[in-house]
């Protein structure tokens, strides 16, 4: 399908580009992703979705990110305050003021202080 079949099709307000088989998609204010063949992958239930990069993408809901699969299955809990897309195997992520990097599963794997990093944020 093209986009602009998909767009009327699933009743949209905007969708963006393909990227790994998937685009963000929005309807009354909310994002999520299709596939090409216009199937909902990722619900459109987000405040803010990315681009697919290396089988991830960032979401926000509610001022808090994460990061969703090709399927839209939450890979990474919703809860950096900021978080950017992966390359080379991490994404950039920020709570309470640390800034690290985190693997596809949402665990921090690059910080130069681990253990403060760690109690600021479950403080």
């Given at each position: 399908?093209?986009?602009?079949?998909?767009?009327?099709?699933?009743?949209?307000?905007?969708?963006?580009?393909?990227?790994e088989g998937r685009t963000w998609v929005e309807k009354n204010g909310?994002?999520?992703?299709?596939?090409?063949?216009?199937?909902?992958?990722?619900?459109i239930i987000?405040?803010?979705v990315?681009?697919?990069?290396e089988g991830r993408a960032y979401v926000e809901k509610n001022g808090k990110y994460g990061h969703v699969d090709?399927?839209?299955k939450v890979t990474t809990p919703i809860v950096y305050d900021d978080a950017s897309n992966f390359q080379e195997g991490r994404a950039w992520a920020e709570i309470r003021n640390f800034e690290f990097y985190i693997n596809k599963e949402g665990w921090p794997v690059?910080?130069?202080?681990?253990?403060?990093?760690?109690k600021g944020i479950f403080r």
């Open positions: 399908m093209t986009r602009e079949q998909i767009k009327k099709k699933l009743n949209l307000d905007s969708i963006g580009y393909f990227q909310k994002e999520g992703h299709v596939d090409l063949n216009g199937k909902v992958t990722t619900p987000y405040d803010d990315g681009n697919f990069y090709l399927n839209g690059e910080h130069k202080d681990f253990y403060n990093l760690i």
